[in-house]
């Protein structure tokens, strides 16, 4: 395991878990960093604030650094099992198409060994035992 400081582990456990500030770098940083980003009347960020660019600044830089990179691969490999790919196709099948994510977990199952792919051998129609070593030789190569 990577060693980081308290505030940086936490910047990663905000960035990776879902929520508010899942896959936020900016949002992150103000949490683990005790940021308070002013919002607007309408509740939202101010992006325009002396505070949110600093925090912005920062989280650029902290996530670009090669420890940060290398806790966030570990815990990305750690989420990546078959429970969780589980539940995200159930969850695309519940709620509509999203090709990228399921061809990821096509290839993820593939990857895995997950699904035993049947393949049709045909023997134009003629009993297996009834053709020779050669022939099913070509068969199997086929």
Do not use: W
Not at 18 to 35: H, P, V
Not at 110 to 125: E, F, G, H
Request: with cysteine.
């Amino acid at each position: 395991m990577i060693t980081l400081t308290p505030q940086q582990e936490q910047f990663v456990i905000n960035y990776t878990t879902k929520g508010e500030m899942y896959s936020n770098a900016t949002k992150s940083y103000a949490n683990a960093y005790d940021f308070n980003l002013p919002k607007k009347d309408d509740g939202t960020v101010d992006i325009k604030s002396n505070d949110y660019a600093t925090c912005n600044s920062c989280a650029t830089r902290l996530i670009q650094s090669a420890s940060i990179q290398k806790r966030l691969q570990e815990i990305y490999l750690a989420m990546l099992n078959d429970a969780s790919i589980d539940a995200r196709l159930s969850e695309i099948a519940h709620k509509g198409n999203e090709a990228n994510s399921i061809q990821a977990v096509k290839i993820y199952n593939d990857l895995k060994q997950r699904i035993t792919k049947k393949i049709d051998i045909t023997s134009a129609n003629r009993p297996l035992g009834a053709l020779s070593d050669e022939e099913l030789e070509r068969l199997a190569k086929e």
